[in-house]
Every structure is written in C-alpha cells, then in structure tokens.
C-alpha cells in the first residue's frame, strides 16, 4: 500500500480496507444524532466507506492536515480511524445544514458565521433579524435598505467565489455600511439581510440555483410568525424558517434518540436543578460519577442534534429560540422520572464510585 502521498494512497488497493474501519468509527460517532434515513442514507459501512473515499478524492493534496498524513505512514490506524472520522463528520455535517437551505440563505449563514466573530465588529441577533455595525453605540436605529442596482454599486474587484472569504465578506460589510450611511444620512445598525441582498445585487451568480426546499422530514415551515419580509425580499432567513417551524417535532426526535436515563439526568439537571449527589440518590446511583457520565453523554448529543439546526446550531445560535426548545425537551423528559418507583441501576460501562 502506497503512502507516499494521498493520491497514491487513494488509488492503491488497500486503500479501501482502511476506509471501512473509518467508516465503523464514523457510525458510532453519528448514531447519538438519531438522524433519519434521509438525513443519513447509508445502509452499511461498505457504503459509507465509499462516500469517504469521494470526500478524500475531491480534497487536494494540501488541504488536509498534514498529521492525518503521518498517521497514515505510521500505520496507528486507531487514532487515523478518529481523525479521519472528525474531519468527515463536520464535512457531512455541513453539507446538511445547508442544503435544506436556498443559496440564499446559505449565503446569509455564512454571513452571520464571519461577522458575529470578526474583529472590531458589533454584532447582535435576535428572533426577528440580525445586525451590525462597525460604529459603536447599542442604542441606535435601523439603517433602512436601498433599493439599487448593481450599477448603483461600485466594482467590487473580484471574482464571485472570491467575495465569500472572510477577509473580502468584512471588508464589503465595511463598504456596504459607509454605501447606506452616504444615500440615507442615518448612523446605526445594518441589517445583515439588507447586506446579503448587496452580495447578491454585485455577485448574482451566488444566487442562480435559487430553490426552495423544506427541512428534513417534512418539518416546513409554515408561513406567518413575528417577521414578515417584504414581497421582493428572497424569502425568510435560515433562523426563521427553523422559528416558524413547529419546535415540538425536533424536541420529540431528539428525545426518541436518547435512552431514559440520559432523560431523567437531564430533566433533574436542568429541570430540578439538583446536585449530582441528589441525582444519584434520586436515581440509585452508587455516588456522583453515575449521573455525570450520564449528563456528560446526554449533553453531548443534544449538542451534537442541535449543529443540525440554523437557529439551535453554535454558529447562528438564537438564545429564545434555543431557550424554547429545551424547555420542550425538558417537559419530554420529565416522564422520565415521574412515577418510577425503581431505582435506575448502573451499567458495567459507566465508571464508579469506591
């Protein structure tokens, strides 16, 4: 097996054998999501260790890390299986969030992403909208949008695929900010939509292939809620579409996916707000260690379900929306607990207390 570089490795024999134990790994990683069928098409690691060949071939030699590489030479499979997993999920995991998503809104998720963590930029989101502003101030009105044409703009000086890196996204957001400030006269907050709509206006390509398409499982969203764009505006936001949605569906999915123990420490945790202590007493624990590596687990998949969701996902978190959400999920788990008169026992995986 030729591993001298990631293109003969691809293509050697063995290749594939390699691949199917990351395939192993990457489907134990996944099964906390519960995802659906849809979401996760695969039917066995044959399948999916095919998939990770097509995400290793479409890379180029220098955009992978190059320890994945000496890990590979070194043949330590474990810890190439893992690294390789980790890498694959987040690719499969993102492609996920955004193709439930027109470009549009795909483009507008990658605006929020690049500004809400860029230097010397104030940024606030809420359920309705999201804004900033290079000038500070919190207490500062909306700057209305401008109807214009991409002559109205100035040349830009670059290739469409070009703009959506984070250097040339926070210098246009600068220009677009001084652009509105110069035709309205009003010092205050942009609209991150309104700057979207420029990205569309000066680079239309990024928006051709506009479609519509609803969320995983039929979960549409359904029209009305607290805000309603405009007849010329592209349609709603990523983060209000998932706020339109009915929440109670994506709370019962994540909670069918996880087992009754993970959902009473999470209804005593956060529910109750008892101590770990309380927790193992209440559910028969030997001591603390019991409910923590329940919680610990618990927790780690309602992050993980949550990176699915525009609005519940770190990168476009909205606290309401995420605040709405766990109470549904903690109103699910409370039946956990009600009414058990056993004690919940260990299992031999869990570590315990002497």
Excluded at 78 to 85: D, T
Excluded at 218 to 243: F, V
């Amino acid at each position: 097996m030729d591993t001298s570089t990631w293109e003969a490795w691809i293509d050697s024999p063995g290749c594939f054998a390699v691949l199917e134990r990351c395939a192993a790994t990457v489907s134990r990683k996944i099964k906390p999501l519960n995802l659906s069928s849809r979401q996760w098409p695969y039917e066995d690691n044959r399948e999916l260790a095919a998939e990770i060949w097509a995400f290793l071939k479409e890379k180029k030699e220098g955009s992978l890390p190059p320890d994945l590489l000496r890990l590979l030479q070194n043949a330590d499979w474990s810890r190439f299986a893992g690294y390789l997993s980790t890498l694959f999920i987040n690719h499969a995991l993102d492609r996920l969030r955004t193709r439930e998503m027109s470009p549009w809104h795909a483009l507008y998720r990658r605006v929020r992403q690049v500004l809400s963590n860029a230097d010397g930029i104030h940024y606030k989101a809420g359920r309705e909208a999201a804004f900033y502003s290079w000038e500070s101030g919190e207490d500062r009105p909306v700057i209305p949008p401008v109807d214009a044409t991409p002559r109205d703009w100035p040349d830009p000086g670059m290739k469409p695929a070009e703009s959506v890196t984070q250097v040339n996204l926070i210098s246009l957001s600068k220009t677009f900010e001084r652009l509105l400030v110069e035709r309205t006269g009003v010092h205050g907050w942009v609209p991150v939509r309104s700057f979207v709509n420029f990205l569309g206006t000066l680079f239309p390509e990024l928006l051709e292939s506009y479609r519509e398409v609803p969320l995983p499982d039929g979960d549409a969203p359904r029209p009305g809620g607290p805000y309603l764009a405009p007849p010329s505006d592209p349609g709603l936001t990523a983060e209000e579409a998932a706020a339109l949605a009915d929440l109670a569906p994506l709370a019962e999915q994540f909670v069918k996916g996880i087992d009754v123990k993970k959902r009473a420490v999470l209804h005593l945790k956060y529910g109750m707000d008892l101590s770990l202590e309380e927790m193992a007493r209440r559910l028969g624990y030997k001591g603390p260690s019991g409910p923590l590596y329940q919680l610990t687990l618990a927790e780690d998949a309602l992050r993980g379900f949550c990176s699915l969701w525009p609005g519940l996902s770190p990168e476009d978190l909205d606290q309401n929306l995420f605040g709405e959400f766990v109470v549904r999920v903690l109103d699910l788990c409370k039946s956990a607990v009600e009414g058990r008169s056993d004690p919940m026992k260990e299992d031999e995986t869990e570590p315990s207390d002497e």
